[in-house]
T-cell receptor, first 111, second 114 residues
Framework: DQQVKQNSPSLSVQEGRISILNCDYT??????FLWYKKYPAEGPTFLIS?????DKNEDGRFTVFLNKSAKHLSLHIVPSQPGDSAVYFCAARNAGNMLTFGGGTRLMVKP | GAVVSQHPSRVICKSGTSVKIECRSL??????MFWYRQFPKKSLMLMATSNEGSKATYEQGVEKDKFLINHASLTLSTLTVTSAHPEDSSFYIC??????????FGQGTRLTVV
């Protein structure tokens, strides 16, 4: 039973355009959502997060949107850069501080 | 930002031997650390939650006698893979919680059992 899902395993975007990565969840008890970027053979690095009481959080080129009624969140990267190419994981946190990860989306930004 | 150091980054061991992986929070105290495993092209799967001074909580399907976790101090948790077999070969990652909002990850350990 996957509580956090990223339905697109990969996404290809042209440099300068917007990248939109999507994530769906089923557990309404999640209170915090995070996005991580991961390169091969490295640990994930934190990108941006959003509390369940908000619907948008912006940090530079990264914006996360949360739609609680749809149990859906998305990460927007604009403008996309080749250095953004990596695997992106969304994660949801429960009251015990445990993170449940989605399956990841591989983003490729083409020059 | 907070730093979590994981060591070693890469280890090759013979089947039947044990391997210890260390996870240290360098500039903050982590009462809780988590251990994850990543299979090729798969997501991060939580193996266990490590709490300082108490027994680890293992996720369903994770053998606690095989994956020994010790959280002896507020800055150090260790994962020991006992009697390793080739199917234990994987990428192991720890994370430590700082405050209420963020989890910081170690660099990961690539374990290869031959």
């Amino acid at each position: 039973d996957q509580q956090v899902k990223q339905n697109s395993p990969s996404l290809s975007v042209q440099e300068g355009r917007i990248s939109i990565l999507n994530c769906d969840y089923t557990n309404s008890m999640f209170d915090y959502f995070l996005w991580y970027k991961k390169y091969p053979a490295e640990g994930p690095t934190f990108l941006i997060s959003i509390s369940s009481i908000k619907d948008k959080n912006e940090d530079g080129r990264f914006t996360v949107f949360l739609n609680k009624s749809a149990k859906h969140l998305s990460l927007h990267i604009v403008p996309s850069q080749p250095g953004d190419s990596a695997v992106y994981f969304c994660a949801a946190r429960n009251a015990g501080n445990m993170l449940t990860f989605g399956g990841g989306t591989r983003l490729m930004v083409k020059p | 930002g907070a730093v979590v150091s994981q060591h070693p980054s890469r280890v090759i061991c013979k089947s039947g031997t044990s391997v210890k992986i260390e996870c240290r929070s360098l500039d903050f105290q982590a009462t809780t650390m988590f251990w994850y495993r990543q299979f090729p092209k798969k997501s991060l799967m939580l193996m266990a939650t490590s709490n300082e001074g108490s027994k680890a909580t293992y996720e369903q399907g994770v053998e606690k006698d095989k994956f020994l976790i010790n959280h002896a101090s507020l800055t150090l948790s260790t994962l020991t893979v006992t009697s390793a077999h080739p199917e234990d070969s994987s990428f192991y990652i720890c994370s430590a919680v700082a405050g209420a909002t963020e989890a910081f990850f170690g660099q990961g350990t690539r374990l290869t059992v031959v």
